[in-house]
Every structure is written in structure tokens, then in C-alpha cells.
């Protein structure tokens, strides 16, 4: 590690407080753009007329962008220094929101997001990094990686809040802008705040890895996108299949690499890789959901942006408070035990949403989603101080990036799967619809998707048509769908949970101590 940290235990100053408030909200923007496009999607398609296959792009390739790059960009940050790179990535990432703001074609907004993710994936893996580093106090980490969780949390759950009231009074690309300063104020102030950071002996750059990495996650997700957009063929596994394939090869190669991209032997750790697979499922069902509760909120219920976001608000105060109290919970309850409630809970929300989403009830979807709040934020605290506190001291680091990777890959699939899936659902339900008198195009227009459906409608004069119901009760169907889905895979998870916990002693006191 470089020379200019030290490992002491001094308690730490104002000026590490402020370096968190700097990392925080760097953490918190580049999470909120996997999520501020959600209330958005409506005037893009209203102003850009994507395709299906654009518009399940224009969603999710930022996600995926920052989780195909992360590994990469986390190991590169060790051989040249975190905060070089985060400096870097602000600048481009600055840049790509400008680009974005301004997009007048899908395609431009699809490569714009696509920039994006690239440079979120050089500011994501630096920021827990710096952070670990800022505070060498053990209780002051503890509380520091609390208060950065709370931003990534928060950055997902505020995005479609923010573009709710942004798209009330302007443009779509608003939404973009609003990330250009606060990138220029990390730009001006992290030189003087956060200290440099790199490990001396950390190797060359693999470049062989970095590839096989991106041709593991991008297939996969391409397969997928094409099975959402087209509906289901056996072509499309290929790419899915080539993709499993080449991670295989990743896998092969980081074994016998001196300095590998990802440390696997922290996968040998029973409660490291059961707190993982916790954490992964959790952000990936809350942030899946989250995309069908917004798009659901206007396109089924019928509410502007600025509704929505204003009906999100009990929601969003519920998450806000458990991120800065969850500390409090696993104090008492210890993380086991904290972990496994959460899961039920998490569950006992998901399952709610279902019923809500089926019978079209909109008190009883945001209620679901307080309570889904109560159990989701606990659970993903605690399991990244699991993550990080269940591995060898001198692997912390490492450990910390896979976390950072897990979170961001998790809430990308949820993305892009859910959305799939609903899709594919939205598909299956509007096979019998009576869409006689429209033409070719606007029949698979409608067959896409719910929010081209409903262009189609205004369009045509056909609001009233029995098929604009048709298409939003199958919409519906695919959020149940995934809820419930969401709702037996928790459970599963916790289950499975218990029982890897339960075999393995916990040095609880490098976990919690908040």
C-alpha cells in the first residue's frame, strides 16, 4: 500500500468527515442514475420513439456498463491510486451526462449511458476503498461504511424521486444535469480531502482478464435483452451460453494468475459468500421492483412524473430513516440475527406488493414498499460489514471490492431480468388482444410494451379500446409476477442463510461496533 497511509488508530479529524461527505455523495449520484431514468421513460419514448429492444437498452445498459467495468476499474485503481481514478471517472462522467442531456436519437442516448457506466465504474470501486482507508479507527469505520451504504441506498431510492420533480417542469435530459456539478465539486475539493491510495504490490494489469470479464457479463445480458424484446427461441440462449462459457475460462485464468482480478479464495469462506449472495439478491429485487413500481405508478395508475414521485415519498422517508438507524437494530440483534429478519421481512413486503400490483391497488403497493424498506436496508448494511468483516484481515480490501461489485452487478441484473421477465409476461398476456383497424407497425408497438401501447392509443384515438386494459392488467400480471418470484426466492435465500451462519463461528466484533 502507498506510504501515504498509515495504520494507526488515531481517531479521525474534520477533514476525514468531510472526505466521507465528498465519497458519499459521488456514491450516491452514480447509484441514482440506475434508477432516474425510471420516471423518465414515458417522455423518451414520447420524444426519441426507442424501439422495444432500445428502450430495454436505453434502461439497462448503464447498469450493466459499471458492472462489466467495475472489476476492471477497481484493479486499475490499485496499480495507479483510487483517487486518480476516481478523479478520472468524475471528469468523463460529467462529460457523459452533458452528452446524455443532450441526445436527440435513441442511439445517442444508448451510447451516452453506455459512456456512463463506463466512467460510474471508475468512481464506483474508489469510493469504498477510500473510505476503509480515511478511517483507522475500527467504530469509525464501522459508522463511516454505515453512512456511505446509506448514500448507495439512498441513490437508488431517490433517482425516480428527483426525475419525478425535474420532469414536472423540464426536459427528460434534466435529469442528466443535475449530475454535472456536483462532479465539479468532487473535481475541485477531493485533491485537498482524500488522500492517495494504491498497493505497491499489486502487478500488472491483466489485460487478458479484462477482456474475458467483459465477454462473461455482456453475451449474457445481450441473450436476455434479446429474449424481453423478441420473446423466447433457443437461438437466443447461445449468446447466454457463450457468455457462462467464457466465464468459466475467467475463472480458470484468475487461479493461476500471481495477482488476479478478483481473489476466489475469499469464495472459500462459507459466511463470506452466503453474506454475498444475500446482498446480490437484495439489490437486485429492490431495484427490479422499484423500475416496475415506477413505470406502474404512471402508466397503470395513471399519475404525472410529479405524483409519482410525490406518492413515493412515505416510501422513500421509511428507507431514510432505516439507513441512518439500521446500526441500531444490528447492535441489538447482532448481524445473524438482523440479516435473517430482514430477509422475512423484505420477503413479507415482496409477497404484499404482489397482491397490490394484481388487484391495481395503489395504497397497497406503496405500503408494500415501506415495508419492503424495513427489512431491505438492515439487511444490505449488515451484510456489507458481513462481507468485509467475515474475511482475513490482510483481504479486507479486497473483499470490500467485491462487495462494491455484488451490489452494482445485483442491482443491474435486477434491471435488466425483472424488466425481461415482465416483458416477457406483458408478451404472453397480449397474445389474444383484438388489435383489429391497426396497422403492422403499431400492432407490434403495441405487443412490445405497455408505454408504446399507450402511444399507440393516443395516436390512433383508441384510448378507450378493450386492449389498452388488456395491456395494462398484463403489465400488472408481470409486476406480480416478479414479486412473488422475489417473494419464495428470499425465502430461500434466508434458509439457506441460516443454516451457512449457523456452522461458522462470527468475530461479531469486527462487524458490528457501530
Known sequence: ????????????????????????????IYSMDLSVLFLAMPAIVSDLDPSATQLLWINDIYGFMVAGFLVTMGTLGDRIGRRKVLLIGAFFFGAASVFA????????????????????????????????????????????????????ALGGLIGPLIGGVLLQYFHWGSVFLINVPIMGALLASAPFLLPEYKDENAGRLDLLSVGLSLLTVLPVVYGFKKMAAEGFELIQLLPILFGLAVGVVFIKRQKVLEHPMIDLALFR?????????????????????????????????????????????????????????????TNKLGPVKTVLLGLVVNALGTGLMAIAAWHSSLVGVLGASMIMGLGFVPVILTTTGLIVGTAPPERAGSASAISETSAEFGGALGVAVLGSLGTLFYRFGMQDADLGGLSPVDRDAVNAALGTALEVARDTGNEAAPWVGMARDSFAGGFALCCALATVTLLLIAAIAARVYARTELDESRISGH
Open 269 to 329: 469462506i462459507p459466511a463470506f459468500s452466503a453474506s454475498l449472495m444475500v446482498n446480490l439478491a437484495g439489490v437486485f429485487f429492490i431495484f427490479g421492483i422499484f423500475l416496475f413500481q415506477n413505470l406502474y405508478l404512471q402508466l397503470v395508475i395513471g399519475l404525472t412524473p410529479l405524483k409519482a414521485a410525490l406518492w413515493s415519498i412515505p416510501s422513500s422517508l421509511v428507507f431514510t430513516v432505516m439507513s441512518f438507524q439500521a446500526w441500531r437494530v
Open 101 to 152: 442531456a443532450f441526445a436527440n436519437t435513441a442511439s445517442m442516448l444508448i451510447v451516452a449511458r453506455a459512456l456512463l457506466g463506463i466512467a460510474g465504474a471508475t468512481i464506483a470501486p474508489s469510493t469504498l476503498s477510500l473510505v476503509v482507508n480515511l478511517f483507522r479507527d475500527e467504530s469509525e469505520r464501522n459508522r463511516a461504511i454505515s453512512i456511505w451504504g446509506t448514500a448507495f
Open 1 to 28: 500500500m502507498s506510504a501515504t497511509i498509515d495504520v494507526g488508530a488515531q481517531k479521525a479529524t474534520r477533514r476525514e468527515w468531510i472526505g466521507l461527505l465528498i465519497l458519499s455523495i459521488a456514491c450516491l
